[in-house]
């Protein structure tokens, strides 16, 4: 897939997740985005897969814009950026405006890949991790591959109502509240007693702040300012992130037996990036591990992922001793709907 063709489809997604703004962005990029200026040839002759299931330039490019906005650098796009509204030809004027002005940056920007911490994934890790807790009766050990910040690592601190009832930290300002189908889970209080996650390249909730809000689509208020309250959080419970390959870490990780806990381990929109030798490894070293689990100390695997169904992700969960593994619903990538079937005894 091209450059051009990868910002077309991207936007479609965009659009698709409530975000028209984003979406035209991205298209005008994708139509007007020339060559013969560094940015434009970085862009346009990217050297890998440019599409949003590999390298997401086009989400690169779109967050070093957003953040120019946030960092109120360049008057031109905030003028033209929400909730002011712009005509294609302002839009675009603001945008090469900022390719002048604000080149070395954006060019930086391009070099990391989005990471955008979604938060309202934790509507579909909270019920989950309950109902493991619930079942096996013990707290929780969490350990988050492609953790990135952290932030979904926080869910306990999160506040999750469905249908009128609460899960979660009450007074958390971290709200959650999807469309539910599906039974009710367990309602009891989360009890986690340790957590960890890794990232090839984590980020840190203070010094990377700007970065984090940067790929929040900027039209969509209740996420930006939901974000903003995760990243509070993270900053004020801080949670260690390793810098680490996923195989490398988990290897070290389930190394030590976390005894009268449920080890959960788990990856939320992230696997896809995993090269195929990193899948295989971890699975090996999660199946392994599994099979020498015992009642005291139980392993689950929990993942949301993007399958062969378009309809959301897939929440699937296998749990040892017994290695059983159950289909726990179905959850739009960015968690504003949950299908939920449970998690069956």
């Known amino acids: 897939m091209n450059v051009r063709d990868s910002f077309v489809e991207q936007a479609q997604g965009c659009e698709n997740l409530g975000s028209p703004f984003t979406a035209e962005l991205l298209r005008l990029l994708a139509e007007k985005l020339s060559a013969g200026n560094a940015i434009g040839d970085k862009v346009l002759n990217w050297p890998r897969d440019p599409s949003y299931r590999t390298d997401a330039v086009g989400l690169r490019l779109v967050g070093a814009l957003h953040a120019l906005v946030l960092q109120k650098a360049s008057p031109a796009l905030m003028g033209n950026y929400p909730p002011n509204k712009a005509t294609p030809k302002q839009l675009w004027d603001a945008v090469q405006t900022a390719f002048d002005s604000h080149e070395e940056q954006i060019l930086n920007w391009l070099d990391q890949p989005p990471q955008t911490n979604e938060v309202r994934r934790s509507a579909a890790l909270i019920p989950a991790c309950l109902s493991l807790q619930d079942h096996f009766g013990l707290p929780l050990a969490l350990s988050e591959l492609g953790a990135s910040a952290g932030l979904n690592l926080n869910w306990d601190q999160f506040c999750l109502t469905l249908k009128g009832t609460e899960y979660g930290c009450a007074a958390s300002p971290v709200r959650l509240a999807p469309d539910w189908s599906g039974p009710l889970p367990a309602q009891i209080t989360p009890n986690v007693i340790e957590k960890a996650g890794c990232d090839l390249n984590p980020l840190d909730p203070n010094s990377d702040a700007l970065r984090l809000r940067s790929y929040i689509w900027p039209d969509q208020t209740a996420r930006v300012t939901r974000t903003k309250a995760a990243i509070l959080i993270a900053q004020q419970n801080p949670i260690p992130i390793a810098r680490s390959d996923a195989k490398d870490w988990l290897q070290h990780r389930l190394s030590v037996r976390h005894s009268d806990a449920v080890h959960v381990i788990y ?79």
């Not at 295989?280 to 591990?289: D, F, S, Y």
């Not at 993007?306 to 739009?332: E, F, I």
Request: net charge neutral.
């Open 267 to 345: 990856h939320t929109i992230a696997w896809q990036y995993f090269p195929p030798d990193v899948q295989n490894a971890c699975e090996k070293l999660i199946r392994t591990a599994g099979n020498a689990a015992t009642p005291d100390a139980p392993i689950a695997w929990l993942s949301m992922e993007a399958d062969d169904n378009p309809d959301g992700a897939c929440l699937r969960v296998t749990y040892w001793p017994g290695g059983k593994t159950q289909t726990l619903g179905r959850v739009d990538f960015h968690g504003r709907w949950v299908k939920w079937s449970g998690l069956k005894s």
